[in-house]
């Protein structure tokens, strides 16, 4: 069965630097999001993104949040230069007929 | 804005015991509505939706809920939980002319053997 796959797993990054989450999603699909969880809070939403560029966005996602899909395969979530509150289990997720499937999640720590 | 309330954050149950777990959501308007589970370790996995039609729908291993518009409500029930149902249970909500999905807090559920 197809699934969303998300690299690294964990990454671990000094504040101010930048970090680039990558996602593949299921290949049919086209809508495409970014959640993130802050340890012991709710999931949330930050973006979503259809036929290349960004639908919908959060307050959470500002100017240092940028997504991408460089290719016909991978999504991605650059944070420019990351800090200590943005630690968190960030989630891709794809869509089919309404229905979102997750990634594993790419758990973020900035130190 | 639309908010998703998940009553129980921390439920225990002896395996066999029944479970409802509560979600009530704050928009007035057409929604769908979806409860999604993570095993420890794991990612979010979707148990069930409702879009349109039976208010009371089922998913997977035996989970099942109802919408009652009325009560702006989702509850999840499952008649006998087992130890592998141990996991955290989140309800969430679309409004019909959006796709992003706005999650209750969650609901830790631990199964005790």
């Known amino acids: 069965e197809p699934e969303v796959t998300q690299t690294p797993s964990h990454q671990v990054t000094q504040m101010g630097q930048e970090v680039i989450l990558r996602c593949v999603p299921i290949?049919?699909?086209?809508?495409f999001y970014w959640y993130r969880q802050i340890l012991g809070q709710k999931v949330e939403f930050l973006v979503s993104?259809?036929?290349?560029?960004?639908?919908?966005k959060s307050e959470i996602f500002d100017d240092q949040f940028s997504v991408e899909r460089p290719d016909g395969s991978n999504f991605t979530l650059k944070i420019r230069s990351t800090k200590l509150e943005d630690s968190a289990m960030y989630f891709c997720?794809?869509?089919?007929?309404?229905?979102?499937?997750f990634g594993p999640g790419t758990r973020l720590t900035v130190l | 804005a639309q908010s998703v309330s998940q009553h129980n954050h921390h439920v225990i149950l002896s395996e066999a015991a029944s479970l409802e777990l509560g979600c009530n959501y704050s928009?007035?308007?057409?929604?769908?509505l979806f409860w999604y589970v993570q095993y420890p370790g794991q990612h979010l996995q979707l148990l069930l939706k409702?879009?349109?039609?039976?208010?009371l729908v089922k998913g997977i291993k035996g989970f099942e809920a109802e919408f009652i518009k009325s009560k702006f409500s989702f509850n999840l029930r499952k008649p006998s939980v087992q130890w592998s149902d141990t996991a955290e249970y989140f309800c969430?909500?679309?409004?019909?002319?959006?796709?992003?999905?706005?999650f209750g807090a969650g609901t830790i559920l631990r199964v005790k053997s």
């Open positions: 997720a794809s869509s089919w007929r309404n229905e979102q499937f």
């Open positions: 969430a909500v679309t409004d019909r002319g959006g796709n992003k999905l706005v």
């Open positions: 409702y879009f349109s039609g039976d208010p």
């Open positions: 290949s049919n699909h086209l809508y």
């Open positions: 928009y007035g308007g057409t929604v769908n």
């Open positions: 993104f259809y036929n290349n560029e960004i639908s919908e």
